[in-house]
């Protein structure tokens, strides 16, 4: 079994996972596992993402960051490598459910296995029951998809197609008692099918993110910008308490320009810090 790689026993599965019918009997993990107060919210949806889609997804993580939120999704292409990317950038925390083992052998899709490390590097987490070196096979991700499901306290279907395998997690969740919620999409899309379907079945119909934040249970006004920020990430944001220039900035963190330009990017994305006059400064402190 590769160093990095540790097993879990059912005491000490994420969210609500050991609960279930048919829990798993272990699993294997690849970095952090979210702090027990965080909730999790799987994100499913179709491997050719709508760009309507796309632009829901991309609108609503402005809203999810700053929570308490772990975001669970498959590591496919299409949604849930979205979903991934956007956890990412607006620093949320998140945990990969691949079709396979774990190890960087096995991993599927090899695509990803770039978005797979960057997980792991901002303290997101692979998470599996099949060995490190399980090769994917047709079975295994319906697999998957209940442990998805199984550890999540709700499911957001983004959408999917009538014979779509995203279907199969959304009928899991109902198995599990979970929150199954969803968008409406336009009459005639084939990738509103799916989800028009379950909302004729009694999913929650979701038009605005605050809705995901409701079902969740969390505060919608309680939104810390800084939550989940890596550790030099804080340390520019502490220094930008007070107003500071790029050039200061370069002398305080002594990194290189293009570096530091990165981070403060970043931060700018999340909208956590802004530039006024030649510097940066933190939202949380500027003085209007």
Known sequence: MPEDVYQV?????????RHIADPPKTLYVRGKLPPKDHKLLCIVGSRALSDYGRRVLTHFFKTLQGHPISIVSGLALGTDGLAHKLALQHGLHTIAVPGSGISDKALYPKTHAYLA?????SGGAL??????????????????????????DAVFMLEAGEKSGTLIT????AEYNKELCTIPHPLFSEHGKGPHQFLRLGATIVTEAEHLLEI??????QQDLSVSLRPLERKVLDLLDTPQTLEQLILLLSLPREDILSLL????????????????????????
């Open 170 to 173: 959304a009928k899991m969740s």
């Open 9 to 17: 026993s059912k005491e000490s599965f994420p969210g609500t996972l």
């Open 265 to 288: 990017s970043g931060l700018e994305l999340k909208g956590i810090i802004s530039s006024e006059g030649g510097a940066y400064v933190s939202i949380r402190n500027r003085k209007t």
């Open 216 to 221: 969740l249970g969390l505060d919608i006004e």
């Open 127 to 152: 998470l599996s029951e099949f060995p490190p070196e399980f090769r994917a096979q047709m079975w295994s991700f319906a697999k998957r998809n209940r442990i998805m499901a199984g550890m999540s």
């Open 117 to 121: 490390q960057n997980i792991l590097e």
